[in-house]
Each structure stands twice: as structure tokens, then as C-alpha cells.
């Protein structure tokens, strides 16, 4: 039973225009989000997190989408660069003794330059 | 300066022989995990060590074996390896155990069981 789900496998976008990568989560217990971002050959990176308190987290070019009625978070890149061409992962911490992460499938986003 | 190292990068093995793959963390965090990404390129948690003991095992055979030497390093070993364990395993570490707790990975193990 997949819990984090991230149901677009890859994404192309334009040099300069917004990136859009969506996840979708079941658990409602969840209560934070963090999204990863992994180059090949290398161990994921974190990029950007959210609380379930807030609905909304900026960080430079990335901002992080909450709407948990929908159980829905997206990240947007603007303006993507070339260089942000890698596996994004979402992803969420158990509620229970360890916190381990739950991982969405990944969206790999390709920016053309 | 590297936060969360891992060796070997690659491993290629014969089914049936024992191998380990080591991490160690120069963050000072009191929490390491393994995980395993598989052929599908999922994520998932295998085992989870807090100031050396173990407080996750996930449905992982008892084949895989960690071993937490102290806070900073934690190895996984692998008897009888079977084709089926072939994937990337990443070590992580984090912070804590209450709250939110950003982990930080290594950059992956590949294995190859032939």
C-alpha cells in the first residue's frame, strides 16, 4: 500500500518556465513533507520541507504547496534551470518511534535549455 | 567534508556469498537508517538505529544483519546473498527521534548479486 504517491514518472520543461511536481499522500496521520531531489550516482538531497500547520513554504526558487484536505502537496520551481534536472522525490516521516521516511516513486523533471 | 559516506559504491558478488557495506556520519546525529531502492526505484526503510539500538525492522530477512559499533557508524551485512538483493542500498542519518528530523543520505551502495 503505497502512501506517498507521485503518479507522474517524468516531466520536461523549458529553461526559465515553472516546474510543477505533484505527490499525493493517504495517510492523514502525516504530519510533515519533505521533498528530495537525487542526481544519478548520488544519495538523495534534501531540498525543502512543510509542516501540516502551514499550507505554504518558500525557499528561493522552490515553494512547497500544502492542501491537506486533499491530502495534495506540489513543489514549484520557478525558474527552472537546467541544473535542476534530477529525480524529485516527496516524502513523509512516520508518526511512530523512528521517523523513518516514506517515500513517494520519484518524478524525474528534465529543464531543456 | 563528507556528512554521510558509504563504502564500497559498487559491489558485485556471487549469490551465495556474504558481504557487509559500511556508513559512517560526521554529523553528530543519534539516528541512522538503511534503505533499499529497488528495481522500481522505491525508497523503502529496512532498519533504523537510535544511540546504537535497534528501533526499526522492517520485513527485511534475517539474512540482512546491521550492526551499530557506536553512534556514528552503521554497517550492514548480508549472508547467503540471492539475486533478489541486488538494488542500491543509502544509509541515512538524522537528528533525534521527537519532530520533524531532516535525514541526510549517503550516496548509495550498488549491489549486484550474479
Known amino acids: 500500500d503505497q502512501q506517498v504517491k507521485q503518479n507522474s514518472p517524468s516531466l520536461s520543461v523549458q529553461e526559465g518556465r515553472i516546474s510543477i511536481l505533484n505527490c499525493d499522500y493517504t495517510?492523514?496521520?502525516?504530519?510533515?513533507f519533505l521533498w528530495y531531489k537525487k542526481y544519478p550516482a548520488e544519495g538523495p538531497t534534501f531540498l525543502i520541507s512543510i509542516s501540516s500547520i502551514k499550507d505554504k513554504n518558500e525557499d528561493g526558487r522552490f515553494t512547497v504547496f500544502l492542501n491537506k484536505s486533499a491530502k495534495h502537496l506540489s513543489l514549484h520551481i520557478v525558474p527552472s534551470q537546467p541544473g535542476d534536472s534530477a529525480v524529485y522525490f516527496c516524502a513523509a516521516p512516520h508518526s511512530g518511534s523512528a521517523r523513518q521516511l516514506t517515500f513517494g516513486s520519484g518524478t524525474q523533471l528534465t529543464v531543456l535549455p | 567534508d563528507t556528512a554521510v559516506s558509504q563504502t564500497p559504491k559498487y559491489l558485485v558478488t556471487q549469490m551465495g556469498n556474504d558481504k557487509s557495506i559500511k556508513c559512517e556520519q560526521n554529523?553528530?546525529?543519534?539516528?541512522m537508517y538503511w534503505y533499499k531502492q529497488d528495481s522500481k526505484k522505491f525508497l523503502k526503510i529496512m532498519f533504523s538505529y537510535n544511540n546504537k539500538e535497534l528501533i526499526i525492522n522492517e520485513t527485511v530477512p534475517n539474512r540482512f544483519s546491521p550492526k551499530s559499533p557506536d553512534k556514528a557508524h552503521l554497517n550492514l551485512h548480508i549472508n547467503s546473498l540471492e539475486l533478489g538483493d541486488s538494488a542500491v542500498y543509502f544509509c541515512a542519518s538524522s537528528q533525534g527521534l521527537a519532530g520533524p528530523s531532516t535525514q541526510y543520505f549517503g550516496p548509495g551502495t550498488r549491489l549486484t548479486v550474479l
Open positions: 495517510n492523514s496521520m502525516f504530519d510533515y
Open positions: 554529523l553528530g546525529h543519534d539516528t
